[in-house]
């Protein structure tokens, strides 16, 4: 059973990109870790995944009768459709971003990446398979709705051989960035009130707007690690009294 657990996908550990170092290798890590972390307003993104479930839900229900037991035709393409459907939705409102800490002597290293979701089209695999079997049980019992059962599998089907093969689908859900930051740079330490996120502000010159402007640095972690990565963060900026309050993360 371990083993199982250990081989779903988000059960496997961090790795990071092929490509990417670290700047300052030369030096000792203070604290490193890896994470996936939902970089957004997580209330916002719930509070949407709540009312698409109960819209679609309801328009599944009602317009395709998904839950009337004498309309096979309507189970067979409609559930497939349906899970299909509010899986799109969850992989939008609870997508993750990893990340990899490295806080050194010098400063912080952060790289942030994204990877094309292999739960997503591992989905689609095992639903295109269920939905295949349910099928067979439905055409045996009536073989007049071969033609149109065959069309909820089949659609989902074609739908994960053309994401499993294509470039643009993985640029699309591809993305690196890798920055670094000296301790010097940070004005004021946050702890957020309702998630274990620690805010490091500073100030920058935006280039965009010629101005200088505010910007923050995001270190997502888990409630465990909080107190370490606090520890270090005030061993080096000991002049900086963290605050507990909420603020916005982007």
Partial sequence: MNKFTQALPWSQSIELPDHHQWKHTNQHALLEWKIKARSYNTTVAN?????????????????????????????????PFYILTMAAIYGTTHQKTKFAYRLTE?????????APGKGWIITLKWLTAIAAIAVLFIVALDPSTFWVALAGPGGIGLL???????SKFQEMHTEYHHRTHEWARYKKISIHSSRPVIGLHFDYFNTHFQAMDKGTLFLFCKKQQLAAALREINRKRPDLQPINESFDIY
């Fill in 47 to 79: 509070s949407m995944f709540i009312f698409l479930f109960l819209f679609t839900t309801i328009l599944f229900g009602w317009m395709g009768e998904i839950f009337n037991p004498n309309s096979s035709k309507s189970i067979a393409i409609g559930i």
């Fill in 106 to 114: 010098t400063g912080i290293e952060v790289c942030e990446w994204k």
């Fill in 160 to 166: 994960y051989l053309g994401l499993a093969n294509s």
